[in-house]
């Protein structure tokens, strides 16, 4: 089992920043990738961004320039710095962590979600 506890998700004028936070514990394996998702209302659930253990990264289109995915492997910590925040980024983050083996990504898991809200 892998717990992931995320923090520093709120409430934010547009222009503005915030800066999330995952911690992981438990069996933890690697390689591994960490990263971030997020939900709108009404809307899927969609990659924001990942980096594995190796800090490889991938970003969605939607953020990129503008949101910045890093780690702290000794803390098994994921960061999501986000900067010139827009309405359109008002959603539930999720962090996720996976093991990747030579089979594919197993053993995946999900906190529990931040609320991020950027005002206009």
């Known amino acids: 089992q892998v717990q992931l506890v995320e923090s520093g998700g709120g409430l934010v004028q547009a222009g503005g920043s915030l800066r999330l936070s995952c911690a992981a514990s438990?069996?933890?394996?690697?390689?591994?990738?960490m990263g971030w998702y997020r939900q709108a209302p009404g809307k899927q659930r969609e990659m924001v961004a990942v980096i594995d253990s190796g800090t490889s990264t991938n970003y969605a289109s939607s953020v990129k320039g503008r949101f910045t995915i890093s780690r702290d492997n000794a803390k098994n910590t994921v960061y999501l710095q986000m900067n010139s925040l827009k309405p359109e980024d008002t959603a539930v983050y999720y962090c996720?962590?996976?093991?990747?083996?030579?089979?594919?990504?197993?053993?995946?898991?999900w906190g529990q979600g931040t609320q991020v809200t950027v005002s206009s």
């Open positions: 996720n962590y996976y093991h990747i083996t030579p089979w594919g990504p197993q053993d995946n898991y």
């Open positions: 438990g069996s933890i394996f690697s390689p591994n990738a």
